[in-house]
């Protein structure tokens, strides 16, 4: 590559980042990507996934990945059973989003991204503190051992609470109101069958039409195990609110038990024999539209440019954002056009798509 090649440094190795930093290498463009997490197994990814055809899964081919993708995806995963919170189940569809969506436990799905940009071309246990435009016209990273990197680019990849989106806008997180409790189970099928008949190959809903303030989600990974979302219309600090203290498990547990009184037994056993811990994950959001002001030499993609609740579209989005971003300054690096306008040009497709999308998770979430 010519002595242009612009320094570009990609914050935060989630889907979107891994994605972008892999796009740009096939256009021969290093970009450095520096990720918090101390090693790229530090956590559990959390659940599964579904990536459609137009974004997620185009992302994929895009970085020449859509055949491991393939591989290790689960169109089975797509079952959905709802039920009533009297047990008895009122929908079951086998596969209700067609062939186009199938499913990928979020842990392969990273590893996939990882192993194939190269674990070891991850700059780990670098988090970004700080970005600011110096008076040259370069983009300078504050880091967190106190040391200073500077850049032609820096891509925010680094989600909800990005520390790149302060340096384009004053936006930050709403709490929506909802929040997740997550845990899970993992010797399903031999001692939870209960469970693994509720759950079947994907997913489960469990709702109570007389009070919507509460709701079980079931969600079968593929090592077999299953993730239980337990979602909650309440303030963000509920468990204070009721005196529980969220790293006591049992009081956790009793509380829940009280809540979701009057649901059938197989439903509460589903709060009674967790093997993990519950993990409290307040649902936020980003203002919709989100957009800025465009400025040279920073950018952001994914949660860290239009964090939305959880209805199925921010991981495709992520995805798409980085190859879309991607290939534009792969083009303007071949052409000997300008970066700026590569950037500018994503942000115009970028921005409407997540608002667009933003504004369908948050009815999703109402209803
Ligand atoms: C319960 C739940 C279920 C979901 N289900 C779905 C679904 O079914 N389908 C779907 O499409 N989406 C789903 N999502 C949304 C999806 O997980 C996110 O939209 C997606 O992960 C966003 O990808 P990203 O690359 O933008 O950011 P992230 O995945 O958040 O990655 C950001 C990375 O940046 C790193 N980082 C953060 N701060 C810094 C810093 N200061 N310096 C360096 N690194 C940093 C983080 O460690 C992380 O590795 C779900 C979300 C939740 C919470």
């Not at 008895?88 to 940009?117: K, Q, Y």
């Not at 440019?305 to 495709?316: D, I, T």
Request: proline share 5%; glycine share 10%; with cysteine.
């Amino acid at each position: 590559m010519s002595h242009s090649t612009p320094r570009i440094a990609i914050v935060g190795a989630g889907p979107g980042g891994l994605l972008c930093a892999t796009v740009l290498r096939q256009a021969g463009i290093h970009a450095t990507v520096l990720e918090r997490d101390p090693s790229a197994h530090h956590r559990t990814q959390g659940g599964s996934l579904d990536l459609h055809e137009h974004t997620g899964q185009a992302a994929l081919r895009t970085a020449g990945l859509h055949d491991a993708f393939l591989k290790l995806s689960r169109p089975e995963g797509q079952e959905m059973r709802e039920y009533a919170h009297t047990g008895r189940l009122v929908a079951h569809e086998e596969d209700p989003e067609g062939p186009a969506r199938p499913e990928i436990d979020r842990t392969d799905l990273r590893t996939m991204l990882l192993e194939d940009f190269g674990t070891e071309n991850v700059r780990f246990d670098t988090a970004v503190l700080e970005v600011r435009r110096t008076p040259h016209g370069r983009t300078r990273l504050t880091l967190g051992e106190g040391t200073t990197e500077e850049f032609d680019l820096v891509i925010g990849a680094d989600g909800a609470w990005s520390k790149v989106r302060p340096a384009l806008s004053d936006a930050v997180p709403l709490y929506t109101g909802n929040t997740l409790v997550e845990t899970w189970f993992t010797d399903v099928d031999d001692q939870h069958p209960a469970l693994a008949r509720l759950v079947g190959h994907g997913m489960m809903l469990a709702t109570d039409a007389g009070d919507p303030t509460h709701l079980l989600i079931g969600q079968r990974n593929g090592d077999g195990s299953i993730r239980v979302y337990i979602g909650l219309k309440c303030a963000l600090d509920w468990a204070a609110q009721a005196g529980v203290d969220l790293a006591d498990t049992e009081a956790v547990r009793a509380h829940f038990l009280t809540v979701f009184a009057g649901w059938h037994e197989d439903l509460r056993r589903v709060l009674r024999e967790n093997e993990g811990p519950f993990v409290n994950r307040p649902v936020h959001r980003l203002p919709y539209p989100h957009t800025w002001q465009h400025t040279p030499g920073i950018t952001l993609l994914g949660d860290a440019a239009h964090l939305m609740p959880p209805a199925g579209q921010g991981a495709n989005l992520a995805l798409i954002d980085g190859a879309d971003l991607a290939l534009a300054i792969g083009d303007a690096v071949r052409h000997g056009s300008g970066l700026d306008a590569a950037v500018a040009s994503y942000e115009r497709t970028m921005h409407p798509r997540g608002a667009a999308a933003a504004e369908e998770s948050a009815l999703a979430l109402e209803q």
